[in-house]
C-alpha cells in the first residue's frame, strides 16, 4: 500500500533528509553550541550530549530539523532527492522515540556548518537560501533554521521566551486566545469571522498571577478575491457560517417497513431492521442528479451504542439506485458533478465502536455507463481524497498519504499524516488524471465561484492564495 510514500517516510527517518551529500560544496561558517539552558515543550533539552545540538549563528539560535524533534514540535519533513527539504506546520501523531543522546559536546568549541545549497521549502514556499540574512544552515547531515520571528511564530507558531536565568524555552502548543471562520462567499469576495477571548490578571491567595475571562470581541475581516487584500471591515457579531458543501435534511421522505426502506413509498432496499427503527436521511443535490446518504438506527438495542445501517443512493429524477462500491463505514459528505460523471465524496470513516477518522473517499460514477471506480484506489501515493469543490468542469480535492495500514486500524488514530513532498491540492480531469494546484499547507481549503483555490488557517487568519502562489496580505 502506497508503496512509494512510506519508502521516502522511512528514508527520512533513518538518514535524516540526507542533506550531507548535497552540501559538499555548500560555505562553511564558524556555529557554537550555546551555553544557555534550552527547553523545548517544557523538557530540558540536553546539548552537551544530543547528536543534534541547538547552534548559535551570528548571535541567533539555531534549531535541528531532524525527524524526531520536528514532529515533537508540531512540524512534518520530507526528503526528496529530486526535490529536496520539504518542511509543513502539522502535528500528526508522533512516536516517543527521541534522537541520540550519545555525543560529547562541547560548549566552548567552534564548530563547521555549511550553508546549504539544496532546494528548502517551507510551508509550500521555497526559500532562497542565498538572500538570507540568516540562512539555513546544515549541521551533521541535518538542516537548521534560525529561530528568528519569521520562522518561530510566522512559520510555525512556536511561543519563544529567553531571558538570561532561565534561558531559551520554545513552545509549540497552542495557547490561542480564539479563532476565525468562514462566514459568507461572494463572486468578489469573502467575509471571515475571528473571535478572540480577553483575559485579565488577577492575583491568587498563593500570590501567584491568573487569568480570567473578561470578555470577548469579534473582528469581521473581508478578502478581496481581485487584489488577494484582507481588510478589517467591521466588529459585529455574524451568526451565519459558510458552508462548501449542500447538506438537506429529507427524513420526512423515508421509512421502514416490514423489513424494507422506503422512499416516498417506494421500496429503495430490503433486508433492513425492524419497523421500530429511526431513518436519518440528507440529501446532496448537485446540477442533474442528487445522492441520499441514509441511516437507519435499530430501536432495539439501547444508547449509548444503538446499531445501525448505512445507506448511500445516487437519485436520477424518478429513479434511486444504491451506491454499490460505497463502504458502509464512511461517512456522506458531499455529491458533485461534471460534465462526464457524479462524484460521491466521504468525509471521514468509522474505525471500532465510536471512534472515527478523517480518511476522505470519492467515487466517480460515470454519466453514460454508470461504472463506479473509487478514486483513492487510482493514486498509489493517497490514502485519503478530500473533496473541496467543482469550478470549470474540474473536481478539486486535497489528497494525502493520510497513514499506513496498520495506523488506519488503531482506534485512537483521529489525526492523519502526511508526506510534505507528495502530498497538497489538486484538481481531476475527467480522464481521472490527477494535476497538482500546490504542495501541502495546513489549513481550511475553499474554492472560489470563478475556481481560485484558497487555504486559511483558522488560528492566525493566514491566508494562501494556492492558485497564484501567493501569501495574502
Same mark, same amino acid.
Given at each position: 500500500?502506497?508503496?512509494?510514500?512510506?519508502?521516502?517516510?522511512?528514508?527520512?527517518?533513518?538518514?535524516?533528509?540526507?542533506?550531507?551529500? !548535497?552540501?559538499?560544496?555548500?560555505?562553511? @561558517?564558524?556555529?557554537? /553550541?550555546?551555553?544557555?539552558?534550552?527547553?523545548?515543550?517544557?523538557?530540558?533539552?540536553?546539548?552537551?550530549?544530543?547528536?543534534?545540538?541547538?547552534?548559535? +549563528?551570528?548571535?541567533?539560535? %539555531?534549531?535541528?530539523?531532524?525527524?524526531?524533534?520536528?514532529?515533537?514540535?508540531?512540524?512534518?519533513?520530507?526528503?526528496?532527492?529530486?526535490?529536496?527539504? *520539504?518542511?509543513?506546520?502539522?502535528?500528526?501523531?508522533?512516536?516517543?522515540?527521541?534522537?541520540?543522546?550519545?555525543?560529547?559536546?562541547?560548549?566552548?568549541?567552534?564548530?563547521?556548518?555549511?550553508?546549504?545549497?539544496?532546494?528548502?521549502?517551507?510551508?509550500?514556499?521555497?526559500?532562497?537560501?542565498?538572500?538570507?540574512?540568516?540562512?539555513? #544552515?546544515?549541521?551533521?547531515?541535518?538542516?537548521?533554521?534560525?529561530?528568528?520571528?519569521?520562522?518561530?511564530?510566522?512559520?510555525?507558531?512556536?511561543?519563544?521566551?529567553?531571558?538570561?536565568?532561565?534561558?531559551?524555552? @520554545?513552545?509549540?502548543?497552542?495557547?490561542?486566545?480564539?479563532?476565525?471562520?468562514?462566514?459568507?462567499?461572494?463572486?468578489?469576495?469573502?467575509?471571515?469571522?475571528?473571535?478572540?477571548?480577553?483575559?485579565?490578571?488577577?492575583?491568587?491567595?498563593?500570590?501567584?498571577?491568573?487569568?480570567?475571562?473578561?470578555?470577548?470581541?469579534?473582528?469581521? *475581516?473581508?478578502?478581496?478575491?481581485?487584489?488577494?487584500? #484582507?481588510?478589517?471591515?467591521?466588529?459585529?457579531?455574524?451568526?451565519?457560517?459558510?458552508?462548501?458543501?449542500?447538506?438537506?435534511?429529507?427524513?420526512?421522505?423515508?421509512?421502514?417497513?416490514?423489513?424494507?426502506?422506503?422512499?416516498?413509498?417506494?421500496?429503495?432496499?430490503?433486508? @433492513?431492521?425492524?419497523?421500530?427503527?429511526?431513518?436519518?436521511?440528507?440529501?446532496?443535490?448537485?446540477?442533474?442528479?442528487?445522492?441520499?446518504?441514509?441511516?437507519? #438506527?435499530?430501536?432495539?438495542?439501547?444508547?449509548?451504542?444503538?446499531?445501525?445501517?448505512?445507506?448511500?443512493?445516487?437519485?436520477?429524477?424518478?429513479? @434511486?439506485?444504491?451506491?454499490?462500491?460505497?463502504?458502509?463505514?464512511?461517512?456522506?459528505?458531499?455529491?458533485?458533478?461534471?460534465?462526464?460523471?457524479?462524484?460521491?465524496?466521504?468525509?471521514?470513516?468509522?474505525?471500532?465502536?465510536?471512534?472515527?477518522?478523517?480518511?476522505?473517499?470519492?467515487?466517480? /460514477?460515470?454519466?453514460?455507463?454508470?461504472?463506479?471506480?473509487?478514486?483513492?484506489?487510482?493514486?498509489?501515493?493517497?490514502?485519503?481524497?478530500?473533496?473541496?469543490?467543482? !469550478?470549470?468542469?474540474?473536481? +478539486?480535492?486535497?489528497?494525502?498519504?493520510?497513514?499506513?495500514?496498520?495506523? #488506519?486500524?488503531?482506534?485512537? %488514530?483521529?489525526?492523519?499524516?502526511?508526506?510534505?513532498?507528495?502530498?497538497?491540492?489538486?484538481? /481531476?480531469?475527467?480522464?481521472?488524471?490527477?494535476?497538482?494546484?500546490?504542495?501541502? /499547507?495546513?489549513?481550511?481549503?475553499?474554492?472560489?465561484p470563478d475556481g481560485v483555490l484558497y487555504v486559511y488557517d483558522s488560528e492566525q487568519l493566514k491566508i494562501v492564495n494556492l492558485s497564484e502562489h501567493l501569501k495574502v496580505e
Open positions: 500500500m502506497k508503496t512509494k510514500v512510506l519508502t521516502s517516510i522511512v528514508l527520512s527517518a533513518s538518514l535524516i533528509f540526507c542533506g550531507g551529500s !548535497a552540501a559538499h560544496a555548500a560555505q562553511n @561558517v564558524d556555529v557554537k /553550541i550555546p551555553t544557555f539552558p534550552v527547553e523545548l515543550n517544557d523538557t530540558v533539552y540536553d546539548n552537551r550530549h544530543a547528536e543534534y545540538p541547538l547552534l548559535v +549563528y551570528k548571535d541567533i539560535t %539555531y534549531f535541528p530539523m531532524t525527524y524526531y524533534l520536528t514532529r515533537e514540535l508540531g512540524l512534518t519533513t520530507g526528503w526528496s532527492a529530486e526535490k529536496g527539504l *520539504y518542511i509543513v506546520q502539522h502535528q500528526e501523531p508522533h512516536s516517543t522515540e527521541k534522537d541520540k543522546m550519545t555525543a560529547s559536546n562541547s560548549l566552548n568549541k567552534t564548530y563547521k556548518a555549511t550553508i546549504p545549497t539544496y532546494s528548502i521549502s517551507v510551508n509550500g514556499f521555497a526559500i532562497d537560501n542565498s538572500k538570507e540574512k540568516y540562512p539555513l #544552515l546544515n549541521f551533521r547531515g541535518v538542516t537548521y533554521f534560525p529561530l528568528t520571528w519569521q520562522y518561530a511564530n510566522d512559520e510555525f507558531n512556536w511561543k519563544i521566551a529567553w531571558d538570561a536565568k532561565n534561558g531559551l524555552a @520554545v513552545n509549540s502548543h497552542s495557547n490561542s486566545s480564539g479563532y476565525s471562520y468562514l462566514v459568507k462567499m461572494e463572486d468578489d469576495y469573502a467575509l471571515f469571522q475571528k473571535y478572540n477571548r480577553i483575559y485579565e490578571p488577577y492575583q491568587t491567595a498563593d500570590g501567584d498571577t491568573g487569568y480570567k475571562l473578561a470578555g470577548e470581541k469579534y473582528s469581521i *475581516y473581508q478578502l478581496d478575491f481581485s487584489t488577494d487584500k #484582507l481588510t478589517l471591515t467591521g466588529d459585529e457579531k455574524m451568526t451565519e457560517e459558510w458552508t462548501a458543501h449542500k447538506r438537506i435534511d429529507v427524513s420526512q421522505d423515508f421509512a421502514v417497513k416490514d423489513g424494507t426502506l422506503y422512499y416516498k413509498g417506494n421500496a429503495i432496499q430490503n433486508r @433492513v431492521s425492524d419497523d421500530n427503527s429511526r431513518v436519518y436521511a440528507y440529501s446532496y443535490p448537485a446540477q442533474t442528479a442528487s445522492m441520499f446518504g441514509v441511516t437507519v #438506527l435499530y430501536t432495539m438495542q439501547p444508547a449509548p451504542y444503538t446499531p445501525k445501517e448505512q445507506y448511500v443512493f445516487l437519485q436520477q429524477g424518478d429513479s @434511486v439506485k444504491r451506491i454499490a462500491s460505497w463502504n458502509s463505514a464512511d461517512y456522506p459528505q458531499a455529491f458533485y458533478e461534471t460534465s462526464d460523471a457524479y462524484y460521491a465524496c466521504s468525509g471521514g470513516r468509522n474505525v471500532v465502536s465510536r471512534w472515527n477518522n478523517g480518511l476522505s473517499t470519492i467515487i466517480r /460514477i460515470d454519466k453514460m455507463t454508470g461504472e463506479e471506480v473509487i478514486l483513492n484506489n487510482q493514486y498509489e501515493d493517497y490514502t485519503s481524497l478530500e473533496v473541496i469543490g467543482v !469550478a470549470n468542469d474540474k473536481l +478539486y480535492v486535497r489528497a494525502l498519504y493520510f497513514g499506513d495500514e496498520n495506523d #488506519l486500524k488503531k482506534p485512537e %488514530y483521529y489525526s492523519y499524516k502526511v508526506s510534505p513532498v507528495n502530498d497538497g491540492y489538486f484538481y /481531476i480531469d475527467n480522464q481521472m488524471k490527477l494535476h497538482k494546484v500546490h504542495d501541502y /499547507i495546513d489549513g481550511t481549503p475553499f474554492l472560489t
